[in-house]
Each structure stands twice: as structure tokens, then as C-alpha cells.
């Protein structure tokens, strides 16, 4: 099993809907949560991070669930400018320093 | 914008030259990263300094040899590299990396094309 996993896409969606992006880890000793944005031929930027009890940033609500081992993000009207490939992060420890682990990225295209 | 810098932007190199890369955070960040990506691939660690002391190798190869000169400054210095390593080679910080909720801010990243 990859250490993160991602729903493969890409998602082409019309502006306005709603879209959801699901996301598994494989380490149950994974401490943190993130969703970055990365744009094209750009770098990546923290959208949000995810905590235990869920939480929303305007248009976007992430949740984990830790005995799953499952993160979501829910993107609410969706708007032209959220078009970017979006990564599920897991921060994890080895040795005395946290890692970030990267899933392969999902593609968002929202259309006019 | 970040507040990463890093320069040069595009690097055209051959393989048998020795440049280098260059990576500046004023954010008073504890952590350093190098991190590589392919096409339609995600990031993938290179390596950690802590305090500026190399604390993560993830088994780079030793073309690639990374050197932090003070806690803002960080440079991955290249040598004999190969055409399969063209990527863009991103620059991150963080407060420190002891903690894990902490984010990890990218530089806009150096595209290397080795020829």
C-alpha cells in the first residue's frame, strides 16, 4: 500500500459545483494533515490543514478520520480559479525531525 | 509571494559541469528542505537540515550534496549529473522540523535541464 493515496482524476467539473477529493494513508503513526495547491509549473502552497474535528476555510471543508485513516476536501462552488492539481500531505516522524509525504496529486479543471 | 527565495530560476547544465543551486528564507525558519519534482509527479524529500545540521539523507545520490552555510541560507551544490535528473528542485522552510503541525513553505523552485 503507497503511504498516501489519491484519488487518481483528473476532475473536470462546471464552476459551481461541488467537488470532493479523497485521500488514504498508510501510517497510523502519522501526526499531521495538509491539503496543498500546487498550480501549474508553480509551487506548492498550503490551502489548509486538517484536524481531527474537521474544519472550513470559506468554500473549502476538510475532514480526517484517523481510524480510517481517510482525509477528504470538499470544494464548494467551485470557481475557475480553484483549476490546480491538489496534494495530500501527511507529516510523519523519522528519526527526531517530521517529513512530509506528498500523494501523487489530483488534477481539478472547472470549467466556465 | 514567498518567502523563499531561490535562484537561478532555470539552469541549463552539462554533465560534466559543477554548478549550484541557492535557497534564502528570512522567516527565521529552523528547518531547511530539498525537494525534487518530476513531471506530473509529486514532491519527493531530498534531504532535511535541522539547526542547520543535515538530519534527513533520503539516499540521494552523491552527485547532489547539500551545504547550509547559516540558518537562512541553504545551497545544493551538483556534479555530474545525469540527463533523468532534470526536475525542479524545490526549496522549503519551516519554523522547525521537531514539530509536525508545522507548515512548510515552498520556494518558487529552480528548474534544472541537464543535457
Known amino acids: 500500500r503507497k503511504e498516501v493515496e489519491q484519488d487518481p482524476g483528473p476532475f473536470n467539473v462546471p464552476e459551481g459545483a461541488t467537488v470532493a477529493f479523497n485521500c488514504t494513508y498508510s501510517?497510523?503513526?502519522?501526526?499531521?494533515f495538509f491539503w496543498y495547491r500546487q498550480d501549474c509549473r508553480k509551487e506548492p502552497k498550503l490551502l489548509m490543514s486538517v484536524y481531527s474535528s474537521g474544519n472550513e476555510d470559506g468554500r473549502f471543508t476538510a475532514q480526517l478520520n484517523r481510524a480510517s485513516q481517510y482525509i477528504s476536501l470538499l470544494i464548494r462552488d467551485s470557481k475557475l480559479s480553484d483549476s490546480a492539481t491538489y496534494l495530500c500531505v501527511v507529516s510523519g516522524l523519522q528519526g527526531s525531525n517530521y517529513k512530509l509525504t506528498f500523494g501523487k496529486g489530483t488534477l481539478l479543471t472547472v470549467n466556465p | 509571494d514567498t518567502e523563499v527565495t531561490q535562484t537561478p530560476k532555470h539552469l541549463v547544465m552539462g554533465m560534466t559541469n559543477k554548478k549550484s543551486l541557492k535557497c534564502e528564507q528570512h522567516?527565521?525558519?529552523?528547518?531547511m528542505y530539498w525537494y525534487k519534482q518530476k513531471a506530473k509527479k509529486p514532491p519527493e524529500l531530498m534531504f532535511v537540515y535541522s539547526y542547520e545540521k543535515l538530519s534527513i539523507n533520503e539516499s540521494v545520490p552523491s552527485r547532489f550534496s547539500p551545504e547550509c552555510p547559516n540558518s537562512s541560507l541553504l545551497n545544493l551544490h551538483l556534479h555530474a549529473l545525469q540527463p533523468e535528473d532534470s526536475a525542479l528542485y524545490l526549496c522549503?522552510?519551516?519554523?522547525?522540523?521537531?514539530?509536525?503541525?508545522?507548515?512548510?513553505?515552498f520556494g518558487e523552485g529552480s528548474w534544472l535541464t541537464v543535457v
Open positions: 501510517n497510523s503513526a502519522s501526526q499531521s
Open positions: 522567516m527565521g525558519h529552523r528547518a
Open positions: 522549503a522552510s519551516s519554523q522547525s522540523g521537531s514539530f509536525s503541525g508545522n507548515t512548510i513553505y
